[in-house]
């Protein structure tokens, strides 16, 4: 997401932040630069004007050019500008009732934006936090539309109200409101129609849900593809039926950036959460001060220590740290690690939350098929060839290409490789000062 965007910001922000002396024409060049990143990434002209005549007039006083760190002192003046450019950290979270009163929370957008997709994710997200959410079938338009919510609801073990013949979504909303509070759910997700362009009929429609259950988050679904059109549609929802927050579905797969840079400032709106993959569990909370920090190619540490920490317990990662110390680190644990990366969102979504990645690393350059490659490899091992690398001869070599539709030559790449990570890793480990601040970082 945002590879284009962060590679330019990233570039000029390695231009100034080492430079112990900067001039005013350093300051024009580079604030001009951020100018054309920012158009070229589709941001709205008017945020566009505001953010480069805001960060010149700071950065053009005695604060930045009399600074001991000029450099530094200018990154942190467009990385403050583009935290506000995207929200305001307390904006975000949802406003969720207690648990013994429902939250009633409608999902609003146009066909096609991921609406049905993203209420499922985020019943799955509020049952991950111990809510208890009903999802509601209240779109009665589209063709299929409370069969895939049903379909959805199934994989992600939450129940969704359908009426049976009916044709007036209010009906279904209130329905599912009354069974929301006998069954004692405290959230009620309603998933209404989309069209396929704004008009008076969805407009009222929708208008009419509101107002029968009044709900407490009226939610704008966007596709973040759609750039500049995202953001005059949710313009246009917030005039006439009122948004108090907006989910960009298909984040990961905006390059550009323009809806999520835009809509703060023309809709008034924060972005609350993103969809960044296909899987239900594939949906996370929307942090500026993160994605500012990603976009300025500055990583995202805290959000990849949070999904290790979603895939590795305390115990694991200290018994990790005793194999990488004492050197017994296997093939099992290898295989392990590879499974793991592939629940935190592959390597792509890692490099994107590492500092110094951004632009110089990509998704692309990664050997994805090697990847599965050597997990073939060393599923067609025997448990004990995986607790002990050296007792795998020529023979056993044969037969372990054989048995993962590879090559000899394959089988030993993968062996030399982990001899040289293993190695590696037992350096890393004997430095205990590196050591202790990953561990604090984790919260070990």
Request: aromatic share 4%; glycine share 8%.
């Amino acid at each position: 997401m945002f590879e284009s965007i962060s590679q330019k910001f990233s570039g000029i922000m390695r231009s100034l932040s080492g430079k112990s002396k900067i001039s005013e024409k350093n300051v024009r060049d580079a604030v001009e630069e951020i100018k054309l990143a920012l158009l070229d990434a589709d941001v709205n002209l008017r945020v566009v004007r505001r953010f480069v005549n805001g960060t010149l007039d700071e950065a053009l006083g005695e604060k930045v050019l009399s600074a001991v760190d000029p450099g530094q002192q200018f990154v942190k003046i467009v990385y403050d500008r583009m935290v506000a450019l995207l929200g305001d950290p307390e904006g975000q979270k949802l406003s969720l009732r207690g648990p013994d009163v429902v939250t009633v929370i409608l999902m609003m957008g146009l066909q096609g934006s991921g609406k049905t997709t993203t209420s499922a994710k985020l019943a799955l997200r509020l049952k991950k936090e111990g809510r208890r959410p009903l999802l509601a079938a209240a779109d009665l338009v589209r063709p299929a539309a409370i069969d895939q919510l049903q379909v959805l609801g199934s994989k992600v073990d939450v129940p969704v109200h359908v009426l049976p013949g009916a044709s007036d979504p209010v009906k279904v909303a209130v329905d599912a409101l009354a069974r929301a509070k006998r069954e004692q759910r405290d959230v009620l997700i309603i998933d209404t129609a989309g069209r396929m362009h704004l008009d008076d009929t969805l407009m009222t429609e929708i208008k009419k849900v509101r107002d029968a259950v009044k709900p407490d988050e009226t939610l704008f679904v966007a596709d973040a593809m759609t750039g500049q059109n995202a953001v005059s549609i949710a313009e246009e929802f917030e005039k006439r039926i009122g948004i108090s927050g907006v989910i960009l579905s298909k984040f990961d797969s905006d390059a550009r950036g323009g809806a999520a840079l835009s809509l703060r400032s023309v809709v008034g709106k924060p972005i609350k959460f993103i969809g960044v993959g296909e899987k239900p569990e594939d949906f996370e909370p929307f942090y500026p001060e993160r994605m500012a920090s990603r976009i300025l190619g500055m990583g995202d540490i805290v959000s990849l220590v949070e999904k290790a920490q979603e895939t590795m317990d305390i115990e694991e990662a200290e018994k990790m740290q005793r194999k990488m110390a004492k050197n017994t680190f296997d093939l099992q644990d290898y295989l392990e690690q590879l499974d793991r990366m592939t629940k935190m969102g592959g390597v792509g979504k890692m490099l994107e939350m590492i500092p110094g990645t951004q632009g110089q690393i990509s998704e692309d350059d990664i050997d994805k098929a090697e990847l599965k490659r050597e997990k073939a490899i060393i599923q067609s091992m025997t448990y004990t060839e995986r607790e002990n690398c050296h007792i795998i001869g020529p023979t056993r070599r044969k037969r372990i290409a054989r048995g993962s539709g590879s090559s000899v030559n394959d089988v030993n790449r993968l062996l030399r490789k982990f001899e040289k990570m293993r190695l590696t890793m037992k350096k890393f480990a004997k430095n205990k000062k590196y050591q202790a601040e990953m561990l604090k970082q984790m919260g070990i």
